[in-house]
């Protein structure tokens, strides 16, 4: 099964994103503490994204796709901005975040803690995420 | 997202009522340096109606932390909700940031000699 959502480049714009996500699991009868981490890691990425790639800007897309496959979900992010420098983030620790006294830079930790899976890709015109991970069903 | 603001004898109390993300943390973060700029030295963060916080929320009160220690400004959240705390947990935040479990608990721990 797949779930397909669209949303643009307005931090305003999560709380659609986070619901979206939080249905699709729900129907698919994920077990609640796994919905809010998942939501949470989809929520991150969406906020760099909106941020960071696309400053903002309302008129620019994001694509969103759950696919669940078996016991396994496959989340499938799509922007159409600036490529993220993954690997300038990937050394990330929480003491060298603290040390700077960054705000940002936790997000991307986060969601490597809560997916099986990270996957960055980025080709001329679009960067997609893909996140996985193996569900737990209810009971 | 809302942050409501209360002063009590020596400390003050700022209560985070619904979703912390990137669109509302500005909100926090203003509130939080409010309070500072008003010379206040005890903050207790009500969490009881925090239903849902993301990295934005939590890179809030991590960019405080060198600051409050340099300059004695204590500051203890309570009441927050499993899946609240499990995030704090994850990151290993819950051992930087002060978390109790009530409003009781924090009053003590801001008071207590050695933070």
Redesign the interface.
Same mark, same amino acid.
């Given at each position: 099964m797949k779930l397909y959502f669209k949303t643009y480049c307005n931090t305003h714009n999560l709380k659609q994103v986070r619901d979206f996500v939080r249905e699709g699991l729900v129907q698919n009868g994920i077990a609640d503490p796994d919905i809010y981490m998942m939501v949470l890691a989809v929520d991150e990425i969406c906020s760099n994204l909106i941020i960071h790639s696309n400053n903002c800007d309302d008129e620019k897309q994001i694509d969103l796709v759950l696919q669940f496959i078996g016991d396994k979900l496959n989340i499938t992010i799509r922007d159409y901005g600036i490529s993220f420098k993954y690997e300038d983030h990937i050394d990330n620790t929480l003491e060298k975040l603290v040390e700077e006294k960054r705000k940002g830079g936790l997000g991307l930790l986060l969601v490597k803690k809560i997916m099986d899976e990270v996957r960055y890709e980025t080709s001329s015109g679009h960067n997609c995420w893909v996140l996985c991970k193996t569900l737990k069903p209810v009971g | 997202m809302e942050v409501y603001q209360s002063k009590e004898n020596d400390f003050v109390t700022l209560t985070i009522d619904g979703?912390l993300?990137?669109?509302s943390?500005i909100v926090l973060?203003e509130s939080i340096q409010q309070v500072v700029s008003e010379n206040e030295k005890r903050i207790l963060i009500d969490c009881k109606q925090l239903s849902?916080i993301?990295?934005?929320g939590?890179? @809030?009160f991590?960019?405080y932390?060198?600051?409050f220690s340099k300059n004695d400004i204590r500051m203890v959240l309570f009441n927050l909700n499993p899946?609240v705390k499990? @995030?704090f947990r994850?990151?290993?935040?819950d051992n930087?940031i002060k978390i109790v479990g009530t409003k009781e608990d924090a009053k003590a721990l801001v008071n207590e000699v050695v933070f």
């Open positions: - | 979703e993300d990137a669109s943390c973060d849902y993301s990295s934005a939590l890179g @809030v991590m960019s932390l060198q600051d899946q499990e @995030v994850i990151l290993g935040l930087l």
